[in-house]
């Protein structure tokens, strides 16, 4: 059973993350050969405010550029 990890920022809408865990499913059955039933989707979200990149975090980084 091949498993997926994603990682994002949280704010994504319902159908977005649907769209999106559907086309992974998809490409990962066709590309290893197995059922669309047996790949497993985790999505891993995280707060603006728990993920940084460069040492700023996503907060900061969003704060900054609305001035």
Request: charged share 30%; no cysteine; aromatic share 4%.
């Given at each position: 059973m091949?498993?997926?990890?994603?990682?994002?920022?949280?704010?994504?809408?319902?159908?977005?993350?649907?769209?999106?865990?559907?086309?992974?499913?998809?490409?990962?059955?066709?590309?290893?050969?197995?059922?669309?039933?047996?790949?497993?989707?985790?999505?891993?979200?995280?707060?603006?405010?728990?993920?940084?990149?460069?040492?700023?975090?996503?907060?900061?980084?969003?704060?900054?550029?609305?001035?």
């Amino acid at each position: 059973m091949p498993e997926v990890y994603i990682y994002a920022l949280q704010g994504k809408t319902l159908d977005q993350k649907r769209k999106l865990v559907k086309e992974v499913t998809e490409a990962v059955a066709r590309n290893l050969d197995v059922a669309e039933d047996t790949v497993l989707i985790q999505l891993m979200e995280s707060s603006q405010e728990a993920k940084a990149k460069g040492g700023v975090l996503f907060s900061d980084r969003a704060t900054a550029a609305k001035t």
